[in-house]
């Protein structure tokens, strides 16, 4: 589990978190929404470390990761995946180097035991005989899942993931959502998933948590989400016309 | 206060670059691949560059030294130590600055704007030291081969102008190379490049890691890097002439 609690950021003088609070539980997609340019992708990027935060606390399973020795830290990120807009595989390795990457760097297995592992992570993302290809050579939806290879290969505690349908096409974004709901599920991973598009929202959340000019503005399920008053929470989930006459 | 800034997280950045490494098998890996990538695959050029410039030296050469009190065998001494005291080290190093610095710029530069270096970043692996140390090594490590490699092409360039064009006798450019030779010269050369192949890799490091942006800004960058190398190489080869010549 981690716990957000009154985190505060600011950047050039301009506050882009206020007093956010959020708990995202294990075993569950944990969704955080918001406009562009609400502080979503600045609060994930607050959760693993990559912005320190001015003030406030976040803590994995009772951990305080702000105030934890760099070495300490360091052992949190190895329980950390991570899964980014871009995918962020390494262009000048294989896919099967990109998996196998955690591997060699944090275990001592041996070349038989990694490979045995970086291919049952591109079996559980349904990728085959991709191994010796370049990301370059996949196409964006592939890319995503040989990513989330990656980002399981080490069997993370918690997995991250920041718009992981932008760019992509209606059918491969369910198939995105899919495999992170089944792994978040089989793993009991604690998931968080930065995004704004409301078909994965509606399909695959377990928990939400809505961000408004960087405050934690509503948390619920997306059950109460659907007949919730809250009037911003409102104007951003029925912002279309579409919309706003599937709920009329 | 600019410029105060950027050494200031210059240094910073070394610092972070030359910490213990994570895992030793896989750095020693990245240094032979970069040893291949910076340096072997710079040969090449340097070949080529050394062989027209030496010739062209001894052709110059030449045609300034007219006098008939000079003897031939001048213009080969003068082209010999042309090139172990100034080509072979700091023209051969402004050429690797634009090779070398832009090609490390612009891929740590592109692994930035591609969330690359977050992605190690998150795997609790600190990405300046595993992206830039083996390159510096490596570089480091290589760049007297290049030296030594340009010294001895560039001289055979002056030879080959002697023979195909008739510049002076094959025989005068002989004697010439073999006469008042000092080793330490090549020395001079040695230490010189170390310290311009550090330059180049951490400065053109330094450009690509803290670019923000997209493609635009890394080319900007990689321009950035070439340029600020190259000036700096100019720089210290006042300073480490002064300081080891006189």
């Known amino acids: 589990m981690i716990e957000v609690r009154q985190v505060n950021k600011i950047f050039n003088d301009r506050p882009v978190l206020i007093d956010v609070c959020a708990t995202f539980e294990s075993g569950k997609v944990n969704m955080v929404i918001g406009k562009s340019g609400s502080g979503k992708t600045v609060l994930l990027k607050s959760l693993v470390g990559l912005h320190s935060i001015d003030t406030g606390q976040i803590f994995f399973d009772g951990r305080d990761f702000h105030t934890l020795k760099q070495k300490e830290r360091i052992e949190i990120r190895k329980e950390v995946g991570m899964l980014f807009q871009g995918g962020a595989l390494f262009d000048s390795s294989t896919i099967e180097e990109n998996v196998m990457f955690p591997l060699d760097m944090f275990t001592n297995d041996t070349q038989q035991e990694k490979l045995k592992r970086v291919n049952f992570c591109l079996e559980r993302v349904n990728l085959h005989g991709i191994n010796d290809l370049y990301p370059s050579e996949l196409s964006g939806g592939m890319q995503k899942r040989a990513a989330i290879a990656r980002a399981i290969a080490l069997n993370p505690k918690y997995l991250f993931c920041d718009e992981p349908n932008s760019g992509l096409d209606p059918q491969t974004a369910i198939v995105i959502d899919n495999l992170i709901k089944e792994i978040t599920y089989d793993f009991g991973i604690t998931t968080v998933v930065n995004t704004h598009d409301l078909n994965s929202v509606l399909s695959v959340s377990d928990t939400i948590v809505f961000i408004y000019e960087g405050r934690s503005w509503w948390n619920g399920t997306k059950e109460r989400m659907l007949t919730t008053d809250n009037q911003e929470l409102n104007e951003f989930l029925f912002s279309s016309e579409i919309m706003r006459r599937i709920k009329t | 206060m600019n410029v105060f800034f950027h050494v200031g997280r210059y240094v910073a950045f070394l610092v972070k670059v030359f910490s213990r490494p994570e895992k030793h098998t896989i750095w020693i890996r990245q240094f032979f691949k970069e040893v291949q990538k910076l340096g072997?695959?710079?040969?090449?050029?340097?070949?080529?560059?050394?062989?027209?410039?030496?010739?062209?030296?001894?052709?110059?050469?030449?045609?300034?030294?007219?006098?008939?009190?000079?003897?031939?065998?001048?213009?080969?001494?003068?082209?010999?130590?042309?090139?172990?005291?100034?080509?072979?080290?700091?023209?051969?190093?402004?050429?690797?600055?634009?090779?070398?610095?832009?090609?490390?710029?612009?891929?740590?530069?592109?692994?930035?704007?591609?969330?690359?270096?977050?992605?190690?970043?998150?795997?609790?692996?600190?990405?300046?030291?595993?992206?830039?140390?083996?390159?510096?090594?490596?570089?480091?490590?290589?760049?007297?081969?290049?030296?030594?490699?340009?010294?001895?092409?560039?001289i055979g360039g002056g030879w080959l102008s002697t023979v195909f064009m008739n510049v002076i006798t094959p025989q005068d450019y002989i004697e010439g190379i073999q006469l008042a030779f000092i080793p330490y010269y090549v020395t001079y050369s040695i230490i010189k490049s170390l310290v311009f192949a550090f330059l180049i890799v951490t400065i053109s490091a330094y450009q690509g890691y803290y670019v923000s942006g997209g493609a635009l800004e890394v080319g900007k960058a990689s321009t950035k890097a070439v340029v600020y190398s190259i000036v700096m190489v100019l720089l210290f080869d006042l300073i480490l002439t002064k300081l080891l010549l006189s």
């Not at chain 2, 410039?53 to 300034?64: S, V």
């Not at chain 2, 490390?104 to 977050?118: H, L, P, T, Y």
């Open chain 2, 40 to 154: 072997l695959s710079s040969t090449g050029i340097i070949i080529l560059v050394s062989l027209f410039i030496g010739a062209a030296i001894t052709i110059q050469m030449a045609y300034n030294i007219t006098s008939p009190l000079v003897p031939d065998y001048v213009i080969s001494l003068t082209t010999r130590d042309t090139m172990l005291l100034e080509f072979s080290s700091t023209i051969i190093s402004l050429v690797l600055a634009g090779k070398v610095g832009s090609n490390v710029a612009s891929e740590i530069g592109s692994m930035r704007v591609n969330e690359q270096i977050d992605a190690l970043e998150i795997m609790g692996i600190n990405s300046s030291s595993f992206l830039v140390l083996p390159k510096i090594l490596a570089f480091v490590f290589f760049i007297p081969f290049l030296v030594i490699i340009s010294m001895f092409v560039g």
